[in-house]
């Protein structure tokens, strides 16, 4: 959509809803329900994704071929699930901007981040730092504190922890450059997400990869809030690894399989030292059960176990959506919808809230992070009760993801309207 001048009544929204390309695709997702029966305002999809209706449909042709088959499916199933995860190669490919063979769905997201360090965080004394955000999820922090640790060195000189200026809620690109440049020769890993959970912010991912390089540092991302959020170019950027989940934006559900990027340049790579399992092994002699470990070219060299089905068929469901609508319509609304949210809590002038989330549309994603002054948990659970879903934060985040596959201009209108007449009660 190209830009509209936005308009703070309730036609408006009902008009520009009327309007919008991608609104049937609402149609394709089960919206949870209040008690009385309508459907929840429901912004909490950078958290857990909503289902799509055909997910029972995926799963349930597992379930029959098992039922059926039993062990011969993994060759005669349908869609055997020998090379099943073969299938989500390609459209995930196409999500994040990779060669299929550099890209894998296998186990979930923390564990695809330990078992990429193993292979690409390799500190020696004379660089041996890891560069974080200091607000970076916690996992992603305990992630790199036990690797600094496991490999002999102490995070209080490992770590590099980089924070917004004082006053400020973003991180300035600027100061990630800068740092890069100065410590550059010391630093072994950089890992910054996308996008931060917590704030939304966007981060530019092709600069600090060109600027990471350039000091001869591995450079990966977290892209747990930008896969199906953001439209990413991983291979072109020449990202070396990248991991995300397939919960939050990619729908496949609670827990479901995660993503994994290699780059070509590392993922043909043999000598990488890495953690090894059977699945990992060269496809063409892997059931002859040989003792030494020949690990497939690519992503998936990177595989340890057989992987669940059932968890894949569900993101099978998902990312058929995805490649049908396009991560770049997506986005385009995305932007349109997000600002529009903006737009509409901007209307008065309310001295009890402010929003961390850049302004840019080009630097954040599908989210606006509200700092509440006062009463902010209150005031969630209040929205939660008149059945609108978002997601708090202590000590005072309220975060708010307008999801474009199946939120609505409308969605964002009722809440703009409940959240500015809570905040203000
Ligand atoms: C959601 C999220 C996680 C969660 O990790 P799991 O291993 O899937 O439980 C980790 N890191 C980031 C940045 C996240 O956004």
Redesign the pocket.
């Known amino acids: 959509m190209p830009s509209v001048k936005f308009e703070t009544g309730r036609q408006f929204a009902i008009a520009m809803s009327a309007a919008d390309p991608l609104a049937a695709y609402r149609d394709r997702f089960h919206i949870p329900k209040t008690p009385t029966g309508s459907d929840c305002v429901y912004l909490c999809g ?2 857990l994704g909503l289902q799509p209706k055909s997910t029972r449909a995926y799963i349930e042709q597992e379930l029959q071929d098992w039922e059926r088959l039993g062990v011969e499916g993994h060759f005669h199933a349908r869609n055997p699930w020998m090379p099943y995860h073969e299938i989500l190669a390609a459209p995930t490919a196409r999500l994040v901007g990779a060669l299929p063979s550099e890209v894998v769905v296998m186990n ?6 330990h078992l990429m360090m193993v292979s690409f965080y390799r500190p020696r004394p004379a660089r041996h730092k890891i560069v974080i955000e200091s607000s ?5 922090q305990y ?1 790199v504190q036990s690797q600094i640790v496991f490999h002999g060195y102490d995070p209080a000189e490992s770590l590099i922890e980089i924070a917004p200026r004082p006053g400020e809620t973003t991180i300035r690109t600027e100061d990630i450059e800068k740092l890069i440049a100065e410590k550059g020769d010391q630093i072994a890993l950089i890992l910054l ?1 996308g996008v ?2 917590y704030t939304g912010q966007a981060f530019d991912c092709r600069r600090f990869t060109e600027a990471g390089h350039a000091q001869g540092c591995v450079v990966g991302f ?1 892209m ?2 930008a896969a199906g959020n953001l439209q990413l170019h991983l291979h072109d950027w020449d990202v070396d690894f990248a ?1 995300w ?1 397939s ?2 934006y990619l729908n496949g559900g609670p ?1 479901c399989v ?1 993503g994994c990027f290699v780059h070509e340049r590392q993922a043909r790579n043999q000598d990488l030292p890495r953690f090894a399992g059977w699945w990992g092994h060269d496809k063409n002699n892997r059931f002859q059960m040989p003792s030494k470990f020949q690990p497939i070219a690519g992503a998936e060299g990177w595989q340890l176990s057989n992987p669940s089905i059932l968890s894949m068929a569900a993101l099978r469901a998902s990312m058929e959506i995805f490649d049908e609508v396009t991560i770049a319509s997506l986005r385009a609304k995305s932007e349109t919808l997000t600002s529009y949210l903006e737009f509409l809590l901007a209307r008065e002038a309310c001295e009890k809230f402010s929003s961390l989330t850049p302004r840019d549309p080009s630097h954040r994603g599908a989210q606006l992070s509200l700092q509440i002054k006062k009463g902010g948990r209150a005031v969630c659970a209040r929205l939660s009760q008149q059945g609108i879903i978002c997601d708090w934060r202590e000590p005072d985040i309220l975060r708010v993801a307008p999801v474009p596959l199946y939120n609505s201009f409308l969605d964002v209108h009722t809440f703009a309207d409940k959240f500015l007449s809570e905040i203000k009660a």
């Open positions: 950078h958290s979930s997201l923390t564990v695809n981040l970076a999820f916690p996992s992603d992630a997400s931060n959970y977290d747990a809030h991991v989940c919960y939050k827990g995660a």
